[in-house]
Every structure is written in structure tokens, then in C-alpha cells.
């Protein structure tokens, strides 16, 4: 897979962290990450995001992106 989207999701239930482990597993090497962020700070999300194997290259306005990767 290419490229995943993470919209729509104000809460999730247990954390993020099962659900990027997930995306991280299923993305091709260089794929992309889109996080649609509803709340929280943005340095929060982004280090909870880098943890799991991403790495945050750009913002569009509430949309986070991340490749797989590019460490």
C-alpha cells in the first residue's frame, strides 16, 4: 500500500498505538502517512507518530504527513 489516510477519528479507543503499528506494517517503504488531526497538541502527535517508525516531513493545515521509512 501506498498511502494510508487517518481521518475522522476525534477519539480512539485504547490509542493510536495498535492502530500505527497496523499502517506502519502495511505501507510500502516511502509510503505515506495522512493524519487528519481533531485535537491535542501537534507535538504530541507528531512524536507519538515518529515512535512507531514515521517520519513527519510536512503539514496542510490540519493534515499531518508522514512517510515509512526516511529515518
Do not use: D, H, W
Amino acid at each position: 500500500m501506498k498511502s494510508a489516510l487517518l481521518f475522522g477519528l476525534p477519539y480512539i479507543a485504547g490509542g493510536l498505538e495498535n492502530v500505527l503499528t497496523e499502517l506502519y506494517r502495511i505501507l510500502q517503504l516511502g509510503g505515506t502517512l495522512s493524519f487528519a488531526k481533531t485535537r491535542g497538541s501537534n507535538e504530541k502527535l507528531i512524536k507519538e507518530v515518529e515512535r512507531k517508525g514515521f517520519k513527519y516531513f510536512e503539514r496542510r493545515g490540519r493534515i499531518f504527513l508522514f512517510k515509512k521509512g526516511l529515518n
